[in-house]
């Protein structure tokens, strides 16, 4: 069944005009179909069409859907914009997919993207939690510092990967060892996680946030790509608290 978003569903019966238009010229919708409605707030509903108008598709609600997609775990990814913006739309689409709560595009020393469009992000979360039937959709932050972003959010377990190895990590008097990411996540806890650029993150940049209480790991044997790592990142804390 198709599926619609309408922030103010609970308040308004009309489809705004984007979705009505969607509903009625391309589905070519009709009274009586039956459609399912989400408000992006975890909200879902099955609803009858009235008035299939392209420009204002009126319903009337049937009943209140669960939510599926819901978790007891809250995911925080901050992550820099990759160079080509293709890239970064991609980790935004899949970790929407997978299932994600927040994510912050962070500036950092070897940022080689320090723009992004919110808009078309904001159009991308829509998308994917249509496909994938999600009532709950992530916040996108704003465009922020990486000094901004360690003094700005908060979680019970925060993390930063990187791909130094510890002996050179030990050469800038750093002495935290990384851990793979997949044996430190507990189940049901508020996680945030530091992703850097293409160039990784730099050594103070990472010293500066164990000071601030991130646990330096790694997520893998390979060197991955920002919105690789991203999604792998995003991807092991799903299956843990599968």
């Known amino acids: 069944m198709t599926v619609f978003y309408a922030p103010e569903v609970a308040f308004n019966n009309v489809l705004p005009k984007e979705e009505s238009q969607h509903a009625i010229k391309v589905l070519r919708l009709k009274k009586g179909d039956k459609i399912v409605i989400v408000d992006g707030k975890g909200n879902g509903y099955l609803a009858e069409i009235l008035f299939p108008d392209s420009n204002h598709c009126e319903f009337k609600i049937l009943e209140t859907l669960p939510d599926e997609g819901n978790v007891d775990y809250h995911l925080h990814i901050a992550i820099a914009p990759t160079k080509n913006?293709?890239?970064?739309?991609?980790?935004?689409?899949?970790?929407?997919?997978?299932?994600?709560?927040?994510?912050?595009?962070?500036?950092?020393?070897?940022?080689e993207r320090k723009m992004i469009k919110p808009e078309r992000l904001e159009k991308i979360v829509i998308s994917a939690c249509k496909q994938s039937m999600r009532a709950q959709f992530p916040v996108v932050h704003s465009l922020c510092s990486?000094?901004?972003?360690?003094?700005?959010?908060s979680a019970q377990q925060k993390f930063i990967a990187h791909c130094y190895t510890d002996q050179i990590m030990k050469e800038f008097d750093c002495v935290r060892k990384r851990n793979f990411l997949k044996k430190l996540i507990e189940p049901s806890t508020k996680i945030?996680?530091?992703?850097?650029?293409?160039?990784?993150?730099?050594?103070?940049?990472?010293?500066?946030?164990?000071?601030?209480?991130?646990?330096?790991?790694?997520?893998?044997?390979?060197?991955?790509?920002?919105?690789t790592?991203?999604?792998?990142?995003?991807?092991t804390v799903a299956l843990i608290n599968q």
């Open 192 to 227: 945030f996680i530091l992703i850097g650029p293409e160039g990784d993150f730099s050594i103070d940049e990472v010293k500066t946030a164990i000071e601030k209480g991130f646990d330096p790991v790694s997520l893998g044997v390979g060197r991955l790509r920002t919105e």
């Open 146 to 153: 990486f000094q901004e972003v360690l003094t700005t959010y």
């Open 85 to 111: 913006v293709e890239r970064f739309e991609w980790f935004v689409e899949k970790a929407t997919e997978i299932g994600i709560h927040e994510i912050t595009p962070i500036i950092c020393k070897f940022s």
């Open 229 to 235: 790592a991203g999604i792998v990142a995003c991807t």
